[in-house]
């Protein structure tokens, strides 16, 4: 099966097609796409969060998150007190 690992960096995304073996996994997919996960980068499905050990399916897409440059609630107070 087909599946496409997303990871958005700030000025770029990059987006593989891996070609895995039906009952592969998040993992899987992150493997195969040549990524190194680090801690602090979480995973979905297609905009929902997703564990590692998640089956996928035809033409799911991976996604790493990587971690928040700001939390928006400081950032909201940030704002708030320049306002």
Same mark, same amino acid.
């Given at each position: 099966?087909?599946? +496409?690992v &997303?990871?958005a960096r700030p000025?770029q ?5 891996? /070609?895995l073996?039906?009952? $592969?996994? &998040? *993992?899987d997919?992150i493997a ?6 680090k @801690? +602090? /980068? $979480?995973?979905g ?5 997703a564990?590692m @050990?998640?089956p996928l $399916?035809?033409?799911d897409?991976? /996604?790493i998150? %990587?971690?928040?440059a &700001?939390d928006?609630? /400081?950032?909201?107070?940030? *704002?708030? %007190?320049k306002a």
């Amino acid at each position: 099966m087909k599946v +496409e690992v &997303v990871y958005a960096r700030p000025r770029q995304a990059r987006a593989v097609q891996v /070609e895995l073996a039906p009952g $592969a996994t &998040v *993992r899987d997919a992150i493997a195969a796409s040549g990524h190194r996960l680090k @801690d +602090e /980068e $979480a995973v979905g499905v297609f905009g929902k969060r997703a564990a590692m @050990d998640q089956p996928l $399916a035809e033409g799911d897409r991976v /996604e790493i998150y %990587r971690p928040l440059a &700001v939390d928006p609630k /400081e950032a909201r107070r940030r *704002r708030a %007190r320049k306002a």
